[in-house]
């Protein structure tokens, strides 16, 4: 973990540089120094449709980008807040100066996972399934 989902109004699309965000926050979270390289996954995507607030009569449209952290339950508060405090701070530059010439907001949350109803497989190095190759 952490599993950090980055969604976004579609009238971003041409402000917005999405995989320099992507590997801002992926690289942020990494050099934290809590969450495991193998389980930290970064995506994004744009929303299909959007309205956010009151919608201009003039100029470009308000845009939003919402940030998910999901992570592993069990940590302290104080750490949650760390974790939160340095990602929202590395999407602020980076988004802030979309914000500076039009209507944009953003906002960054931090959610854990239900343990009891979550499960995790796959192939890749530290999943509970994972198997190395046989010619490993």
Same mark, same amino acid.
Request: charged residues 25%; proline residues 10%; hydrophobic residues 40%.
């Given at each position: 973990?952490?599993?950090?989902i980055? *969604?976004?109004?579609p009238?971003l699309a *041409?402000?917005?540089d999405? *995989?320099t965000?992507?590997d801002l #926050?992926h690289e942020? +979270?990494l050099g934290?120094?809590?969450f !495991?390289r193998? /389980?930290t996954?970064? #995506?994004?995507?744009?929303?299909?449709?959007?309205?956010? /607030?009151?919608?201009?009569?003039s100029?470009? +449209?308000?845009?939003h980008?919402?940030?998910r952290?999901?992570?592993? !339950? =069990?940590r302290p508060?104080?750490?949650?807040?760390?974790?939160?405090? *340095?990602?929202f701070?590395a999407?602020e530059?980076? #988004?802030?100066?979309i914000?500076?010439r039009?209507?944009v907001?953003?906002?960054?949350?931090?959610?854990?996972f239900? +343990?009891?109803?979550?499960?995790t497989?796959?192939?890749?190095? =530290?999943?509970p399934?994972?198997? !190395?190759?046989?010619?490993?």
């Amino acid at each position: 973990m952490p599993h950090i989902i980055v *969604e976004y109004t579609p009238n971003l699309a *041409e402000d917005l540089d999405v *995989e320099t965000l992507l590997d801002l #926050l992926h690289e942020t +979270a990494l050099g934290l120094g809590v969450f !495991p390289r193998w /389980g930290t996954r970064t #995506l994004a995507m744009p929303a299909t449709a959007a309205r956010v /607030g009151d919608r201009p009569e003039s100029g470009p +449209a308000n845009g939003h980008v919402q940030i998910r952290l999901t992570i592993a !339950p =069990g940590r302290p508060e104080e750490l949650r807040s760390r974790i939160a405090d *340095e990602l929202f701070a590395a999407a602020e530059k980076h #988004l802030e100066p979309i914000a500076a010439r039009r209507p944009v907001g953003f906002q960054l949350t931090i959610t854990e996972f239900d +343990a009891p109803v979550t499960r995790t497989g796959g192939s890749i190095a =530290g999943s509970p399934t994972h198997r !190395p190759p046989l010619d490993a």
